[in-house]
């Protein structure tokens, strides 16, 4: 048994495909063979899945979004070459870690905002005039996109955040300030604004 108490053969296994799975990491984005790069990180709001593209950072995702679903549709609508690679998202984790550690008010990371079209795009592209700290209304978010009307359409598009924490979604609340629906779950949004109003 190792000191893990798993029994040494598995222990030397498990070694042996984590220093291949490196190397097969290394090697593909060596020969530019590498189009989404993902890992997981630990957070106070759960396991998140970090995904990027050459471009930047693509995709956040909720372990109750189920990762390994969100990695196929990475696959599907981006590209098949989807690879477990860590250190390429080594400065998306900091940011994350200062963000948690409350040392951090904005995300400094390229992003590639490829998954979100139309109007939600132009709602993720507003979402970060909403300071640390602070919240909007649906309607303030519409009115922000230059359609007033749209306030039904705002909710959809942050409940389809591809970048939600980064993107802040979470500082989207009703009208009446409750804070609303999150992809991340009602706990989830109610910790990140709670964290912001340290």
Do not use: W
């Not at 400094?108 to 640390?132: H, M, N, Q, T």
């Not at 007033?148 to 979604?169: F, H, K, S, Y």
């Amino acid at each position: 048994m190792s000191a893990t108490g798993v029994p040494e053969g598995v222990a030397a296994e498990r070694e042996t495909l984590g220093r291949l799975a490196q190397e097969l990491a290394r090697r593909a984005a060596q020969e530019d063979l590498l189009d989404v790069a993902y890992r997981t990180l630990d957070t106070p709001v759960g396991v998140l899945l970090l995904a990027a593209t050459p471009r930047g950072l693509v995709r956040v995702a909720y372990d109750r979004e189920d990762h390994d679903a969100v990695l196929r549709s990475l696959a599907d609508r981006l590209s098949p070459r989807v690879l477990r690679a860590p250190a390429r998202l080594d400065r998306v984790a900091a940011e994350l870690d200062e963000y948690f550690a409350g040392v951090r008010t904005r995300f400094d990371v390229p992003l590639d905002l490829s998954l979100a079209s139309g109007f939600r795009r132009a709602v993720v592209e507003v979402l970060p005039r909403i300071g640390f700290g602070t919240t909007a209304s649906y309607t303030q978010v519409a009115a922000l996109t230059g359609r007033p009307g749209a306030v039904r359409a705002v909710g959809t598009a942050c409940a389809r955040n591809p970048l939600p924490v980064v993107v802040p979604c979470h500082r989207v609340v009703r009208s009446d300030g409750t804070p609303g629906e999150y992809v991340g779950g009602a706990a989830a949004k109610v910790g990140l604004l709670a964290l912001e109003a340290r």
